[in-house]
């Protein structure tokens, strides 16, 4: 977009698109789904694995060599340089993501898994050097850009035509359109951050650029069995949570003024990314479309869930040659299926076509490493437990989201509830996490992988569950040090966020969080 004005304009195209009309689209394309699902379009002869993987820029700390004052603040990454990098532009203007190529779920696909994100992110980083920047793997941003407030960044907007168009939101129409949209048509709706100790309004929906995440992607190899694997999918969400919270603070500024940093620790969440994304973006829905979902007893109903949903930015795809561009619309709407676990049916060709389970809970991690260690979890244990018939599958779907839940607040403390190999309730800690990675193991191995191979895929969140150690666990433990030496709240968060970047630089790509 050239301009402001133009950005508006197309928001406003996009905005004006009868929603009853899309919807019935949408309705119709979800026909056309299923009845590619009989013919087995969807089908595959073995499980595939894919990654998204989102980060955000700041200062590389160059120009403080007298000061620390600004060091490791947020910064913007400019559009050229996202294109040098080969990354895509995230909402905020900090933010850059990339994708993986899927791979099959076997040893030399998690390596190359592993090797692509090693190499497009070493690339990266040296373009961003070039910069004074670099790119930083973590839940949420606490150091605001130099010289602005985290609310000043986080608010500034200007309106045009009765168009709310953030500053310092990437100039997609889609975005934008987000944050003018309301899922009943009404205008005026504000936009509210909610989490313990923090409450922001604002007038679109740029608060949702305070967090980054990784996104693990295992593809079935017969849809039929897709809703058996989304319920293993939703019992496992939990448990791999609860070793991967790394959002336990906001940038200090934004905290109401009744909470201290005593009041943080004792109340605080561990992984506030999951309260920023559903608050913000459920407070411009009439339902909430950002929750934990329920079990699906069929692929058929998976597939009228996500057309019967709230239709909330309806914008018309192009539509070309690609295999589901004959469900454009209802891919279309699929994007704004903000579910923690959700199905995805797509390919570009019938043979690339695929029924998988994105996995949105987690947070992005300290190292490459961690990260891919999720992916390799995520994906064994969807081969094992299946295959074993787990009895882990009989969990209420209630007791499977206050897992959820208990995970945000509490991480590796949280009292989880799980049911055994054997068929036992337990709340124990170390039973449910030796079963648990056991199990990833055991899918990882029947996956091709040796059984010393497996368990270096499952290492690092084998060491946390040993360890109670987490990311978030350790952001609080060094927050509290530093009150304890008498640092102001906000010192000690900053100062955390910058020791956090500092060992980031040095095992980012190549090491671990084991060695922090």
């Given at each position: 977009?050239?301009?402001?004005?133009?950005?508006?304009?197309?928001?406003?195209?996009?905005?004006?698109?009868?929603?009853?009309?899309?919807?019935?689209?949408?309705?119709?394309?979800?026909?056309?789904?299923?009845?590619?699902?009989?013919?087995?379009?969807?089908?595959?002869?073995?499980?595939?694995?894919?990654?998204?993987?989102?980060?955000?820029?700041?200062?590389?700390?160059?120009?403080?060599?007298?000061?620390?004052?600004?060091?490791?603040?947020?910064?913007?990454?400019?559009?050229?340089?996202?294109?040098?990098?080969?990354?895509?532009?995230?909402?905020?203007?900090?933010?850059?993501?990339?994708?993986?190529?899927?791979?099959?779920?076997?040893?030399?696909?998690?390596?190359?898994?592993?090797?692509?994100?090693?190499?497009?992110?070493?690339?990266?980083?040296?373009?961003?050097?070039?910069?004074?920047?670099?790119?930083?793997?973590?839940?949420?941003?606490?150091?605001?850009?130099?010289?602005?407030?985290?609310?000043?960044?986080?608010?500034?907007?200007?309106?045009?035509?009765?168009?709310?168009?953030?500053?310092?939101?990437?100039?997609?129409?889609?975005?934008?359109?987000?944050?003018?949209?309301?899922?009943?048509?009404?205008?005026?709706?504000?936009?509210?951050?909610?989490?313990?100790?923090?409450?922001?309004?604002?007038?679109?929906?740029?608060?949702?650029?305070?967090?980054?995440?990784?996104?693990?992607?295992?593809?079935?190899?017969?849809?039929?069995?897709?809703?058996?694997?989304?319920?293993?999918?939703?019992?496992?969400?939990?448990?791999?949570l609860a070793l991967g919270v790394n959002s336990?603070?906001?940038?200090?500024?934004?905290?109401?003024?009744?909470?201290?940093?005593?009041?943080?620790?004792?109340?605080?969440?561990?992984?506030?990314?999951?309260?920023?994304?559903?608050?913000?973006?459920?407070?411009?829905?009439?339902?909430?479309?950002?929750?934990?979902?329920?079990?699906?007893?069929?692929?058929?109903?998976?597939?009228?869930?996500?057309?019967?949903?709230?239709?909330?930015?309806?914008?018309?795809?192009?539509?070309?040659?690609?295999?589901?561009?004959?469900?454009?619309?209802?891919?279309?709407?699929?994007?704004?299926?903000?579910?923690?676990?959700?199905?995805?049916?797509?390919?570009?060709?019938?043979?690339?076509?695929?029924?998988?389970?994105?996995?949105?809970?987690?947070?992005?991690?300290?190292?490459?490493?961690?990260?891919?260690?999720?992916?390799?979890?995520?994906?064994?244990?969807?081969?094992?437990?299946?295959?074993?018939?787990?009895?882990?599958?009989?969990?209420?779907?209630?007791?499977?989201?206050?897992?959820?839940?208990?995970?945000?607040?509490?991480?590796?403390?949280?009292?989880?509830?799980?049911?055994?190999?054997?068929?036992?309730?337990?709340?124990?800690?170390?039973?449910?996490?030796?079963?648990?990675?056991?199990?990833?193991?055991?899918?990882?191995?029947?996956?091709?992988?040796?059984?010393?191979?497996?368990?270096?895929?499952?290492?690092?969140?084998?060491?946390?569950?040993?360890e109670r150690m987490t990311p978030a666990r350790?952001?609080?433990?060094?927050?509290?040090?530093?009150?304890?030496?008498?640092?102001?709240?906000?010192?000690?968060?900053?100062?955390?966020?910058?020791?956090?970047?500092?060992?980031?630089?040095?095992?980012?790509?190549?090491?671990?969080?084991?060695?922090?």
């Amino acid at each position: 977009m050239d301009t402001d004005h133009e950005l508006s304009a197309h928001v406003r195209e996009a905005l004006d698109i009868d929603i009853e009309a899309f919807h019935a689209r949408a309705e119709a394309d979800a026909e056309v789904v299923k009845q590619r699902l009989r013919d087995g379009a969807f089908d595959n002869h073995q499980s595939i694995v894919g990654f998204e993987y989102e980060f955000y820029a700041v200062g590389d700390g160059r120009w403080n060599a007298e000061s620390h004052d600004g060091e490791f603040s947020l910064m913007r990454v400019p559009r050229r340089l996202l294109e040098l990098m080969g990354f895509e532009k995230e909402l905020g203007l900090h933010n850059a993501e990339m994708s993986t190529s899927p791979q099959p779920l076997s040893n030399h696909g998690l390596e190359a898994q592993l090797s692509e994100v090693r190499a497009r992110l070493q690339a990266a980083l040296e373009c961003a050097s070039a910069e004074g920047m670099r790119l930083v793997s973590d839940g949420l941003w606490t150091i605001p850009p130099t010289g602005e407030t985290a609310t000043e960044y986080l608010t500034d907007s200007v309106e045009i035509d009765g168009v709310h168009i953030a500053t310092n939101m990437s100039n997609a129409v889609r975005y934008h359109a987000m944050a003018n949209a309301t899922a009943d048509g009404s205008s005026g709706r504000q936009t509210e951050l909610e989490a313990p100790g923090v409450s922001l309004t604002t007038k679109t929906v740029m608060p949702e650029s305070l967090i980054t995440s990784i996104q693990p992607h295992y593809q079935v190899s017969q849809a039929a069995m897709l809703p058996v694997h989304f319920r293993y999918a939703l019992r496992i969400a939990g448990p791999l949570l609860a070793l991967g919270v790394n959002s336990p603070f906001f940038p200090p500024s934004l905290y109401d003024e009744d909470w201290d940093g005593d009041r943080v620790l004792a109340e605080g969440a561990h992984e506030n990314r999951i309260h920023v994304f559903e608050s913000v973006l459920n407070s411009r829905t009439v339902e909430p479309k950002v929750r934990f979902p329920r079990d699906f007893d069929t692929v058929e109903e998976a597939v009228d869930r996500i057309a019967a949903d709230e239709s909330f930015v309806p914008v018309d795809p192009e539509t070309g040659t690609r295999f589901d561009d004959d469900f454009a619309t209802f891919r279309s709407k699929h994007g704004t299926y903000w579910r923690w676990v959700r199905p995805v049916f797509d390919g570009a060709t019938r043979s690339a076509a695929n029924a998988r389970i994105e996995f949105r809970p987690i947070p992005a991690q300290p190292t490459v490493g961690d990260s891919i260690a999720f992916q390799a979890a995520f994906a064994g244990l969807l081969e094992e437990l299946p295959r074993r018939e787990h009895p882990v599958i009989d969990l209420p779907w209630e007791r499977a989201r206050e897992n959820f839940d208990a995970a945000v607040a509490d991480g590796i403390d949280a009292e989880l509830t799980w049911i055994g190999n054997h068929g036992e309730l337990t709340h124990d800690h170390e039973e449910l996490f030796t079963d648990l990675l056991d199990h990833a193991v055991a899918g990882l191995e029947s996956a091709g992988c040796s059984p010393s191979t497996a368990e270096r895929w499952i290492a690092p969140l084998r060491w946390r569950a040993t360890e109670r150690m987490t990311p978030a666990r350790w952001k609080r433990e060094r927050v509290r040090n530093r009150l304890d030496d008498g640092a102001s709240f906000e010192d000690a968060v900053v100062e955390t966020q910058r020791e956090y970047i500092q060992k980031q630089a040095e095992t980012l790509v190549d090491g671990s969080f084991t060695e922090w």
